[in-house]
């Protein structure tokens, strides 16, 4: 038996809740460092079976309840505190709400209504505006004909070495 097996159990045996089977006697006799290691839990679940809990004082209860009522008459301080009162929480919200409206909103002030009225308004087409309009709207597009170019040179390399 290894020693692994034996320590597993020396729990039990040294509480005396079991009984050391016939190998685990065998593996006491011949193996000196479980021998002393049992020894010792031994001692150990002894000195555990003497000890006492100390008792708690009897005024305990009675110093427990005297602190809880007063911490709960104590004026509550902090930032909970101010979340609690409802001209704060009304304004908190305001303001987040504020932020959230300058983030998500886009800046159009920074055109001048006629411009805007002009970008709005779909432009001549030839004109250079036109172009880069319709160069963003078919980026895919005109990406895709640039492999078709590329493919094209690689075909004339290829029939023409």
């Given amino acids: 038996m290894k020693c692994d097996e034996v320590r597993e159990r020396m729990p039990d045996v040294a509480a005396g809740l079991a009984e050391p089977g016939a190998d685990e006697t065998k593996h006491l006799e011949a193996c000196a460092a479980c021998a002393e290691h049992l020894k010792a839990m031994r001692a150990t679940m002894a000195l555990l079976d003497e000890w006492q809990t100390p008792e708690p004082s009897p005024y305990f209860d009675v110093r427990l309840q005297a602190r809880l009522r007063e911490e709960m008459a104590r004026p509550q301080t902090g930032w909970r505190y101010w979340l609690r009162r409802p001209a704060l929480a009304a304004a908190l919200t305001v303001l ?64 023409n070495p």
């Fill in 96 to 159: 987040m709400g504020v932020g959230v409206g300058l983030f998500v909103t886009h800046d159009s002030s920074v055109l001048d209504p006629g411009q805007e009225a002009a970008l709005t308004e779909n432009p001549e087409p030839g004109t250079a505006v036109s172009d880069l309009q319709s160069l963003d709207k078919n980026h895919d597009l005109y990406s895709d004909f640039e492999l078709l170019d590329d493919l094209e040179v690689q075909q004339n390399v290829t029939a």
